[in-house]
């Protein structure tokens, strides 16, 4: 079984930055890909970022591009996601997910871990 736990988040002013961490625990743990995803309230849960784990390859969605960065560290089995010049508009609950299969990375139904989510919130 596999378990991601998050940490970071938190309040910050806009133009500030966070950093968000996923470490994963398990005995095979050995994904194909983890990604960032995020819900604001009264919206849908919406892509991030995502990590290919053997290449390092990534993918971003356009809101984010520039200012956010995932990587990740194998031998912690921990993903990050550095935000720079945070925006109000980031303002979300922000989830790890992990995928040990093939698949398209921005869409949520391709990840079968997740974790527990963390607040971040910008403010004017």
């Known amino acids: 079984q596999v378990q991601l736990v998050q940490s970071g988040g938190g309040l910050v002013q806009a133009g500030g930055s966070l950093r968000l961490s996923c470490a994963a625990s398990?005995?095979?743990?050995?994904?194909?890909?983890m990604g960032w995803f995020r819900q604001a309230p009264g919206k849908e849960r919406e892509f991030v970022a995502a990590?290919?784990?053997?290449?390092?390859?990534?993918v971003y969605a356009d809101s984010v591009k520039g200012r956010f960065t995932i990587s990740r560290d194998n031998a912690k089995n921990t993903v990050y996601l550095q935000m720079n010049s945070l925006k109000p508009e980031d303002t979300a609950v922000y989830s790890c997910?992990?995928?040990?299969?093939?698949?398209?990375?921005?869409?949520?139904?391709?990840?079968?871990?997740w974790g527990q989510g963390t607040q971040v919130t910008v403010s004017s």
């Open positions: 997910a992990a995928t040990s299969t093939t698949g398209l990375l921005i869409r949520a139904h391709s990840y079968g871990y």
């Open positions: 398990g005995r095979t743990f050995s994904p194909y890909a």
């Open positions: 990590i290919r784990w053997s290449t390092g390859s990534t």
